[in-house]
């Protein structure tokens, strides 16, 4: 079992950026993929930026160059750099890990892009 927490979450005007942080409870170095996930109101959850084991990065379309993801494995920890923030980014969060079939999820933080 692993259990996961993501920090950094908040406000923030447009153009603005936050960095969103997962920390793991234990070794995240196993894990196939470590991913984030967002849901904004009354719309699904998306898939918003995965990193492999290896260090492989894929982005959603929609935040492609202007988030970033990243792992520090001595850490536990994955990262979410989010820049050139927009009002349609605002959303719940999520930081997953996935082992085979197994996907752990954090519990969410929220992220509100507003002026």
């Known amino acids: 079992q692993v259990q996961l927490e993501e920090s950094g979450g908040g406000l923030v005007q447009p153009g603005g950026s936050l960095r969103l942080s997962c920390a793991a409870s234990?070794?995240?170095?196993?894990?196939?993929?470590m991913d984030w996930y967002r849901q904004a109101p009354g719309k699904q959850r998306e898939l918003v930026a995965t990193i492999s084991s290896g260090g492989n990065t894929n982005y959603a379309d929609a935040v492609k160059g202007r988030f970033s993801i990243s792992r520090d494995n001595a850490k536990n920890t994955v990262y979410l750099q989010m820049n050139s923030l927009k009002p349609e980014d605002t959303a719940v969060y999520y930081c997953t890990a996935r082992t085979g079939s197994r996907r752990y999820w954090g519990q969410g933080s929220q992220v509100t892009v507003s002026s």
């Open positions: 234990g070794s995240i170095e196993s894990m196939n993929t």
